[in-house]
């Protein structure tokens, strides 16, 4: 029987992704327009989970591609995609207090600049990021990290992979016992509506044979993420996949920004995973080039 899963937030603070509009002459999501003194701003790249707690810190560090300076429109937005303030440090370590939802961030030439998250008010553990880009000003790239302390001590670092968001989209799904650690090994994967729209996605989980298992069906409010493992979404996999190794297929009305994430239970150990867009041409699925 179909499930259908609204967007919701689960405590999974590992699991981020950061799926920006490459700098491939691609135009940006135009729907999405903001206004900075007489220049507009265009919805170009998405950071739809950075993770902010005790335990977790994300660094983002932004570079500007062209030989002169370039100003990012960046917003903060949590799950729900309304604006949250946040506290952080920039590539001079200063530190920023609680005082905004957002900053606008003028790039020297080929220069560069970080945000690095501290601290998130409320009990929130993570939140979104969004940033906007005059057309003539998009050659820019958004480098992601995830750090994970114990304590003092990190002891783990997870990049984010940059991709074009669409509809469409693959990603294996591994649930065997790790042969080295003896550890069982999830999949989760978080998806941010980077549209204006309410996104409806249908999610198909297949086997290793190729073989229709389970179905799903993801809705999403505009600006707003799911974020989950897929044992959350199909409770019954472990049953469903007999070789524990499968596949999901997601097929949304509206692009979605997504990242695939692979972790041990009970430990550290985390990883992203390839996430693979589509489309479908002649009937048949189509990977789209990265």
């Given at each position: 029987m179909k499930k259908i899963i609204t967007s919701l937030l689960l405590l999974l603070p590992m699991i981020a992704f950061a799926q920006p509009i490459p700098n491939s002459g691609m135009q940006p999501n135009k729907l999405?327009?903001?206004?900075l003194g007489k220049k507009v701003f265009y919805l170009y790249k998405v950071v739809a989970h950075a993770a902010v707690s005790d335990d977790w810190k994300t660094f983002i560090t932004f570079r500007n591609d062209q030989e002169r300076e370039t100003t990012l429109i960046i917003d903060f937005l949590d799950a729900d995609g309304a604006p949250v303030?946040?506290?952080f440090y920039t590539i001079e370590n200063n530190e920023i207090p609680l005082v905004g939802t957002g900053v606008d961030m003028t790039l020297p030439p080929v220069g560069m600049d970080t945000i690095e998250f501290d601290f998130l008010p409320g009990g929130q553990r993570n939140l979104q990021v969004?940033?906007?880009a005059e057309v003539d000003g998009l050659q820019f790239g958004i480098e992601t990290m995830l750090h994970n302390f114990q304590g003092a001590d990190k002891v783990a670092t997870v990049g984010a992979i940059d991709q074009l968001p669409g509809p469409n989209f693959f990603m294996n799904i591994d649930r065997r016992l790790d042969p080295y650690t003896q550890n069982w090994k999830q999949r989760g994967f978080a998806v941010t509506n980077v549209s204006e729209f309410t996104c409806d996605c249908e999610v198909v989980l297949y086997d290793d044979l190729g073989g229709f298992v389970d179905s799903a069906l993801l809705r999403i409010d505009s600006g707003a993420k799911w974020l989950g493992t897929t044992a959350v979404m199909f409770p019954d996999i472990?049953?469903?996949?007999?070789?524990?190794?499968g596949l999901i297929d997601v097929r949304c009305n509206e692009n979605v920004a997504v990242l695939g994430l692979a972790f041990e239970d009970n430990t550290p150990i985390v990883g992203s995973v390839p996430v693979d867009y589509f489309e479908i041409v002649g009937g048949k699925r189509v990977i789209r080039a990265r």
């Open positions: 999405e327009g903001r206004v303030e946040a506290e969004f940033v906007y472990d049953d469903l996949l007999v070789s524990n190794l």
